[in-house]
């Protein structure tokens, strides 16, 4: 029972253009989500998070939408970099705070010069 | 960084033999995790702690056991290893907004 998924194993965008990674969730007790970024041989770093009393949260080039009625979450990366290429995990927790996070499988963002 | 290491980097064993792999933190957290990484299933908890001798299973606990009997310690152990428990893991803190992770851990078993 996966109740974070992250439909799109992988993703290609060109330098410059935005990038969209996209989250569904089933556990209508989530309330509050995070995106991470993870390299190579890394541990995952953290992004961006959002409230559940929120619909969007900014910084810098990255925003993160978050649709409760449709249960589901966006990570919008505005212009793409070759730095931005890496696997973004969002993870979802029900405990109002970054405790018991469960997390989706992960989609691998490949920015193209 | 929330000052996080582990150890070790990378370790084969054999099957049946035991395990110990060790996560210590320098933050004074007091949340401490352990996660398996695994192609198509993210990052998966296996336990975590929240406490000194305070722990707790997670998802995919079954053939891994932890203690932490200080508070930047946090350790796993496979007691028996199988070649299903070749993963990467991950010890991970947390503060209330969010999770921390160390560098990551290898393991192959043979």
């Known amino acids: 029972d996966q109740q974070v998924k992250q439909n799109s194993p992988s993703l290609s965008v060109q330098e410059g253009r935005i990038s969209i990674l996209n989250c569904d969730y089933t556990?209508?007790?989530?309330?509050?989500f995070l995106w991470y970024k993870k390299y190579p041989a890394e541990g995952p770093t953290f992004l961006i998070s959002i409230s559940s009393i929120k619909d969007k949260n900014e910084d810098g080039r990255f925003t993160v939408f978050l649709n409760k009625s449709a249960k589901h979450l966006s990570l919008h990366i505005v212009p793409s970099q070759p730095g931005d290429s890496a696997v973004y995990f969002c993870a979802a927790s029900a405990s109002e705070g970054a405790q018991k996070l469960v997390f989706g499988q992960g989609t691998r963002l490949t920015i193209n010069p | 960084d929330a000052g996080i290491t582990q150890s070790p980097r990378h370790k084969v064993t054999e099957t049946g033999t035991p395990v110990t792999l060790r996560c210590h933190q320098t933050?004074?957290?007091?949340?401490m995790y352990w996660y398996r990484q695994d192609p198509g299933h993210g990052l998966r908890l296996i336990h975590y702690s929240y406490g000194v001798k305070d722990t707790d299973k997670g998802e995919v606990s079954d053939g891994y056991s932890v203690s932490r009997s200080k508070t930047e310690d946090f350790l796993l152990t496979l007691e028996s290893a199988t070649s299903s428990q070749t993963s990467v893991y991950f010890c991970?803190?947390?503060?209330?907004?969010?999770?921390?992770f160390g560098p990551g851990t290898r393991l192959t078993v043979l």
């Open positions: 556990n209508s007790m989530f309330d509050y």
């Open positions: 933050e004074n957290h007091r949340y």
């Open positions: 991970a803190t947390s503060t209330a907004d969010t999770q921390y």
